[in-house]
Structures are given as C-alpha cells and as structure tokens.
C-alpha cells in the first residue's frame, strides 16, 4: 500500500511565499515522476509542474519564474517551492507520483489527498 501525505498549504497575502511537501510511504520500489496539480473553485484539475526520475522538468506557462519543483529520491519527496504568489494561484493543491512497487513491475499513479493554498490580502 502505498500513501502520500502532503503539507505546507495555508493562507498567504499577495507576494509571498509557501513551500508544499509531498512524501510518499509505503512499499515503494522506484519513482519514476512526481508532480503538482491544483483545481480551483469551477475549474478542472491543472497541471503545475513535474519532474522525472532524470530530473526532467515542465511548468504550466502561468507560473513559470515563480514556482519551482524538487525532489529528495532518499526520502520519496518531493516540494513544490512558490514564490511571487498571486491570488489566482488559490486552489487545492495535490500531488502525483508515478511509481513501481516492485522490480520490473508496472508503473501506477497515486495521488495525495490535496492542501489548500489560498492567496488573499
């Protein structure tokens, strides 16, 4: 079984700053992606940002320069640093981990159960 637990989500003012984290547990045998989504309020599920096991990056257009994604194999993190925040960035954040449980074993999708990052002055 495997779980990821997110944290870091919480009200910010316009400008500022917040770092999530997603660790995955479990049994875990290789990642080969991770990365961030987020949905707002009446919108569909948006990409943010992901990066492959070969460190491989992609951003949405709207928060490149701004947001920045990282990951620690040894712990199964990995963060999602954002800056400059703007009140358009408010939605539920989740992450996504693509992995394998075992050698050669097929690669499953498992997602966190999302934070809230509202923006707000």
């Known amino acids: 079984q495997v779980q990821l637990a997110e944290s870091g989500g919480g009200l910010v003012q316009p400008g500022g700053s917040l770092r999530l984290s997603c660790a995955a547990s479990g049994s875990i045998f290789s990642i080969y992606a991770m990365g961030w989504y987020r949905q707002g309020p009446g919108i569909q599920r948006e990409l943010v940002a992901t990066?492959?096991?070969?460190?491989?990056?992609n951003y949405a257009d709207s928060v490149k320069g701004r947001f920045t994604i990282s990951r620690d194999n040894a712990k199964n993190t990995t963060y999602l640093q954002m800056n400059s925040l703007k009140p358009e960035d408010t939605a539920v954040y989740y992450c996504?981990?693509?992995?394998?449980?075992?050698?050669?074993?097929?690669?499953?999708?498992?997602w966190g159960q999302g934070t809230q990052v509202t923006v707000s002055s």
């Open positions: 996504k981990m693509v992995l394998t449980t075992r050698p050669r074993g097929p690669n499953y999708a498992y």
């Open positions: 990066m492959t096991s070969g460190g491989v990056t």
